[in-house]
């Protein structure tokens, strides 16, 4: 059985700093695409950045590009989110979530695993 966990949400002033971690076990992810997504309340799951198996492809949505950075550690079978210059819009549950093959895609609906996700709060 797939999971993943994430960790290293809270609660932090704008500006400030966030490096979220996605653990995985019970499946080598290292040939999978990873990605991270959001849901803030009353939104709908939005698309935050994706990365290749290798590490050496990575897609941003607009509204972070710049500011967070997304890698991963196959040998750990684990992904990472820095997020930096934290904004309040930046507050959400962050989730993780893994997809077979090669293609870094933004749609949720394409990704097969999700871990259980992680709040990030970001105050004024």
């Known amino acids: 059985q797939v999971q993943l966990v994430e960790s290293g949400g809270g609660l932090v002033q704008a500006g400030a700093s966030l490096r979220l971690s996605c653990a995985g076990s019970g499946r080598t992810l290292s040939s999978d695409v990873m990605g991270w997504f959001r849901q803030a309340p009353g939104k709908e799951r939005e698309f935050v950045a994706a990365?290749?198996?290798?590490?050496?492809?990575?897609k941003y949505a607009d509204s972070v590009k710049g500011r967070f950075t997304i890698s991963r550690d196959n040998a750990k079978n684990a992904m990472y989110l820095q997020m930096n210059s934290l904004k309040v819009e930046d507050t959400a549950v962050y989730y993780c979530?893994?997809?077979?093959?090669?293609?870094?895609?933004?749609?949720?609906?394409?990704?097969?695993?999700w871990g259980q996700g992680t709040q990030v709060t970001v105050s004024s």
């Open positions: 990365i290749s198996w290798s590490g050496g492809i990575t």
């Open positions: 979530a893994a997809r077979a093959g090669t293609v870094l895609v933004v749609s949720q609906h394409r990704y097969d695993y």
